[in-house]
């Protein structure tokens, strides 16, 4: 804001100029109280500057509505749309969010301060603000090849931006609590400088989470039971309440809150393919749910608005105030949150669910980039010998949820006791993660449970958080071919089936997004879910996330990096077999 | 903090290093959730590291206590007490305050910077956090004479300090409407700076609230209705419900406070005497109050420590939580608030009601200032000509309010219909405004009902906010002395009787305050207090307050500085009589 608008609003609060917009007779909602009044809203220079009898330009009849701040997401990453910033935010704003805290980890991870910028340079000129949280761990752990690495010099000269709020979750927990020299400076860096530092607190003992809290680190996403959240409410942590494309907890978490402590409690998604959030919607839904868990509306709405406003220090933001910032929404009926308009900065962008503004930056040109450097593969670089070995250590998936089980199996069970071979009828699958920034030849493979090809296989280059190239398949062969179309492809997700490409999504910037519009998007998405019940008939859940977040070695329990079989638990690598 | 420090707290929270001191088996109050819980706390470095299993070097048992954070005053006028922050903080640990945020007015009023400044020198090296908002008023008004003015330029070095925390309380509210140059500029700095700005809006419509909250004032401390709390939180201001020495507001607003809505609401004092400190207690006896209208105990102490933390950016302050700076309390008893001991950065400084602390720098060397420049005065300068005039305007005082009310008397109904004569049987009193700063001559007459003096005069020169000398007489003789026996002093407040000293209290910092130690305060105030009897057997307030609040003329409604009668409804200056 300059100085000149400050000025402006001032005098339209006390009428001495005419406000732009004036939404007559409206119920608002008052998130600092947890209820709601029936007033008169008045709005200037994107400013709301008044509750009572203004005049406006454009007068507006609210009766029977509400007004409602625009919704911010809490913590999010912008990669796991699959499609640009631009792109993202016109499909959150249907749902009324206007305002997201970004995480730009997972480009940044493939592209390093190149791909920070990248996504902030995507993110201007738009009618949404994402504000950026600096990557704090690229690559996440020391066990995984990412494409670049991150240190503390690359970092500081983003705090400079006026859009930089903090520190990105810190997933690291080795490091802040041995007090690595790197991961301090680094928060010390952001401590020093006034900015706030997330935290990635998953399967966290109160012992860690003192430690956490003691480093200042000041939020968490990583809750999955009510009593989590009691603990880290009690540090004075934000809590984030996800409920994401893969990881959905909201509807354990909020057996936690209530009107005593909603104030630490914001919604987040953390992930949302962008077809989830066109179809399904984001923070809305979300306080949909906390609206049907007994909360009152006032208080669903305020977990994200003026909780992630108070936490990230958004200045005049998440509250329908006289200084406040005008983004809102104006609802039909509250208990169902169903949206009529929304408004960004005093301006009309949504209305009867119809996107209003399209006039964006569409000529951006994107850097030309090598997105899956990696040689050629054989059928030796996938083998794996069990010869005088008793036990497999295999990798189960939890379908909808980021944790993995350990399973031990006795390797008498398996029909090739000498090389590990995939078997349908177990549902024991191989699965490779190849190293695919630096052509390194590394590549660790395993075995998982759960995830029920019956035929062909699945890879992509989106693979938490280094995004090394993943692939999981019924065969060696359809493996190996899926790896050579994916290079092809520069970058992507596909399924492979007798040799063949039956479906496939092109993900040219970085391997991560597209620069195409959402709807080619959700076209190749459920062009990929349906050819997958080719190969796997009885799959109820996204086989290429749930894919994606097997090679991240800061979730529990047991994952797989391009170094190898990662047990969580020991923070440590281990054999296939035993 | 230091990075050493920070590196530190990290270790003895993931017990790396053993801890200075850990409270075992402790009720903590937890302001996050409004609730509490039983656990050990661990201290390092003066900052709490955690919650659970800890080593300490000392190690206390907690059984059957509670730990309650430090309390914040969130709004207050050190120059009110008559003593130096330093002997302020002594009788204030005493009953848990361990912060405040203060607004050095009074002495800026009086020496401009040169008083911030000594207010700032002689609040260091304190087991006490004073933060300093900068006075936005100096001047209040352009109705009365101070011994400063302050400027935009004179403001904008302090913003440096790191405990400034904004502008302080803009109590000229027609500038701000009228968006005078000026109080544009102070505002502007303030809130570009990231500085919180206070508010001071007594008596406000909606729609001049509308104007403060549109121009990103924060906070307001002046409500005296619970419906002006409401309208104050609807538009997002912090209200500091106040119960001070002279304006007791916190049993009426704290009815429209429950755990809706007590987010925003902090507890101030405003004003608060020595004597009255030390008897009565302060904050913490506001939580005594909170508690008795039926919130929880959580509730009130969350309102004086997260609550006023949040507002003005206290980082890791008020709150029992890892990473949060170890001031606390620990009280016997949770509904009656009782103390144990108080400790300050993890240091014990009160136990069981004595200050431990004493080794203050009691060496400062005080400027030398003539705090009383004016001319000898004569009859002849406090006549009140009523020839011709019909209806004599009267201040009525409200016993500890600040709020007057303006009466207007038939001038038939005196004795001498000439001359005003003090008439103690119709209670009406002459009283006299004298400009004390740079003997400009200046002289404000006027007539008040309701201190029901029967004899003598009193004097001070504590007259908010230009502190001029203000005296109040049952007759002239008497008035003529006590401004010549102020002078005498150096500055304070004195009793006439006879032309009799009877009793006086010398502020010889700036007439507002003396570098004395509280015991001798109080002892004077003691006698200033017995022997207003002698003059005013029936008087059941403070006198002396409640003439120093005579001369504010931004409470209404009618009130008297040094260039005359005020009508405060007005905004303009009135006759005595007319």
Request: proline share 7%; glycine share 6%.
């Given at each position: 804001m300059n100085k000149e608008n400050f000025i402006s609003q001032i005098k339209a609060a006390s009428k001495a100029e005419v406000c732009d917009l004036v939404i007559k007779n409206i119920t608002i909602i008052d998130v600092f109280q947890n209820s709601s009044f029936k007033d008169n809203v008045a709005i200037k220079n994107g400013v709301i500057v008044g509750f009572g009898d203004y005049e406006g330009a454009v007068e507006i009849n609210g009766t029977n509505k509400y007004i409602c701040p625009g919704l911010i997401d809490a913590h999010t990453h912008i990669e796991s749309s699959l499609v640009t910033p631009k792109e993202y935010s016109k499909a959150a704003l249907l749902h009324g969010i206007t305002s997201a805290i970004v995480d730009p980890h997972e480009i940044a991870n493939v592209l390093g301060t190149k791909g920070i910028k990248l996504m902030m340079d995507l993110s201007k000129d738009i009618p949404f603000d994402f504000y950026f949280m600096l990557p704090?761990?690229?690559?996440?752990?020391?066990f995984e090849t990412s494409g670049a690495v991150l240190e503390r010099e690359d970092l500081l000269?983003?705090?400079?931006?006026?859009?930089v709020l903090g520190l990105a979750e810190v997933m690291n927990f080795p490091a802040v609590l041995n007090c690595d020299e790197n991961m301090i400076n680094k928060l010390w860096d952001a401590k020093s400088t006034g900015h706030i530092i997330d935290g990635h607190?998953?399967?966290?003992?109160n012992d860690m989470l003192n430690t956490y809290a003691a480093a200042n680190i000041l939020t968490d996403?990583?809750?999955?039971t009510a009593d989590e959240v009691v603990e880290r409410l009690r540090r004075g942590m934000y809590v984030h309440m996800r409920e994401g494309s893969v990881a959905k907890n909201l509807k354990e978490l909020i057996?936690?809150?209530s009107i005593y402590n909603s104030r630490r409690i914001c919604l987040c998604t953390d992930d949302k393919h962008i077809d989830d959030l066109i179809i399904n919607g984001s923070i809305d839904n979300s306080i949909r749910m906390v609206i049907s868990s007994g909360l009152l509306p006032e208080t669903a709405i305020q977990m994200c608005t003026l909780n992630p406003s108070e936490s990230y220090n958004l200045?005049?933001?998440?509250?329908?105030?006289?200084?406040?910032?005008?983004?809102f929404i104006i609802l039909e009926d509250l208990e169902n949150f169903k949206i009529d308009s929304v408004y960004k900065n005093g301006n009309l962008v949504v209305y009867k669910n119809r996107?209003?503004?399209?006039?964006?930056?569409?000529?951006f040109v994107y850097p030309s980039i090598t997105n899956v450097n990696i040689r050629n593969l054989t059928k030796k670089d996938l083998e794996i010998n069990l010869k005088n070995k008793k036990t497999l250590n295999v990798i189960e998936i939890n379908p909808n949820k980021l944790e993995s089980n350990h399973l031990k199996i006795d390797?008498?069970?398996?029909?090739?006791?000498?090389y590990f071979e995939s078997d349908t009828n177990l549902d024991l699958l191989k699965i490779a993660v190849i190293e695919r920034h630096?052509?390194?030849g590394n590549m660790g493979l395993g075995i998982i449970k759960g995830?029920?090809?019956?035929d062909g296989a699945i890879a992509t280059?989106?693979?938490?958080?280094?995004h090394n190239l993943i692939i999981c398949g019924t065969n060696d062969e359809d493996m190996l071919i899926a790896a050579e179309e994916i290079k092809k492809l520069n970058g992507g997700t596909l399924i492979v089936k007798n040799g063949e490409v039956l479906a496939s999504i092109q993900l040219?910037?970085?391997?991560?997004?597209?620069?195409?519009k959402s709807a080619d998007v959700v076209k190749d998405l459920k062009n990929l879910h349906c050819s997958i019940k080719d190969i796997?008939?009885?799959?109820?859940?996204?086989p290429f996330l749930t894919l994606s977040f097997l090679?991240?070695?800061?979730?529990?329990?047991l994952k797989i990096t391009d170094k190898g079989l990662f047990d969580v638990s020991k923070f440590d690598f281990i054999d296939i077999a035993e």
């Open positions: 704090s761990c690229v690559p996440a752990t020391s000269p983003f705090y400079k931006e006026k859009n607190c998953a399967g966290f003992t996403h990583e809750s999955i057996k936690a809150a200045k005049n933001k998440g509250a329908i105030a006289p200084g406040y910032i005008a983004d996107l209003l503004y399209e006039s964006y930056n569409d000529d390797i008498n069970t398996l029909k090739n006791t000498n630096n052509n390194t995830l029920n090809l019956k280059t989106v693979a938490h958080d280094s040219e910037i970085g391997g991560l997004i597209t620069g195409r796997a008939p009885d799959i109820n859940f996204n090679s991240l070695p800061v979730i529990p329990v």
